[in-house]
């Protein structure tokens, strides 16, 4: 049996919901729209996507995404954005937005190799 990671059939990297009534949401997407992340999962991590905080009725900081159009813009380009940021997911401080904004998280020492070596065990597996 082939692995599963090994298809060239990228489908699952995106859609476009053109039934949605709420479609365009994110205005100034240049790409084919992606609806793949319509609820981001990035929302609980730090993201270098332009957000907006504000304390909502139970007097808890959240983000406010909705000017932001990285996990929308392309198919593969939204994929490839959302992929990178979880690869090392930092839980999101409740600050605003910095800038400029948050680079790329960066694994603690020895954390690559150990997440490599547990790929390999599990496709020898």
């Known amino acids: 049996m082939e692995p599963k990671d090994t298809t060239l059939n990228e489908a699952f990297k ?24 319509c609820y981001c999962p990035l929302i609980a991590y730090e993201c270098p996507g332009p957000y907006q905080t504000y304390t909502d009725r139970n007097g808890l900081v959240r983000k406010d995404c909705s000017s932001c159009t990285l996990p929308h813009d392309g198919y593969l380009q939204s994929w490839n954005f959302i992929q990178k940021w979880l690869e090392y997911p930092q839980p999101w401080s409740g600050r605003p937005q910095t800038d400029p904004p948050m680079p790329r998280p960066r694994p603690a020492d020895g954390a690559a190799e150990a997440v490599a070596e547990a790929h390999r065990r599990h496709r020898e597996a």
């Open 14 to 37: 995106g859609f476009t919901n053109r039934d949605c009534p709420f479609l365009p949401c994110h205005p100034g997407v240049k790409r084919a729209f992606n609806c793949l992340f």
